[in-house]
Nanobody, 123 residues
Framework: QVILLESGGGLVQPGGSLRLSCEVT????????IAWFRQESGKDREYVAG???????SYSDSAKGRFTISGDNDKKTVVLQMNSLKLEDTAVYYC?????????????????WGQGTQVIVSS
């Protein structure tokens, strides 16, 4: 059984930081790509960052320079460190796994999803 378990969401003020974690079980970590997406209420799911083939990294334009994605292949965990958070970063953040080892930003191509974790940036 494939399980992606997110943790680390919460309420933070603008300019603050949060660390999201995605623990992956049931798949070969090095043979999948793991990405973070987010979804605001009423909007489509948006790519944030990805960890590919056990080491390659990719970021959306909105995440570049503020967010850092990293992975631990032994612990099968991918972490998204989010700094300098803005009001517009408020969303439910999802972790997803894709059999492809290339950077794919279309959420419909991902095979497995976590349940999501809420991030609220508010003053």
């Amino acid at each position: 059984q494939v399980i992606l378990l997110e943790s680390g969401g919460g309420l933070v003020q603008p300019g603050g930081s949060l660390r999201l974690s995605c623990e992956v079980t049931g798949i070969s970590f090095r043979r999948y790509s793991i990405a973070w997406f987010r979804q605001e209420s009423g909007k489509d799911r948006e790519y944030v960052a990805g960890y590919y083939g056990g080491g390659a990294l990719s970021y959306s334009d909105s995440a570049k320079g503020r967010f850092t994605i990293s992975g631990d292949n032994d612990k099968k965990t991918v972490v998204l460190q989010m700094n300098s958070l803005k009001l517009e970063d408020t969303a439910v953040y999802y972790c997803a796994a894709d059999r492809s080892l290339i950077s794919r930003r279309n959420w419909t191509l991902y095979d497995y999803w976590g349940q999501g974790t809420q991030v609220i940036v508010s003053s």
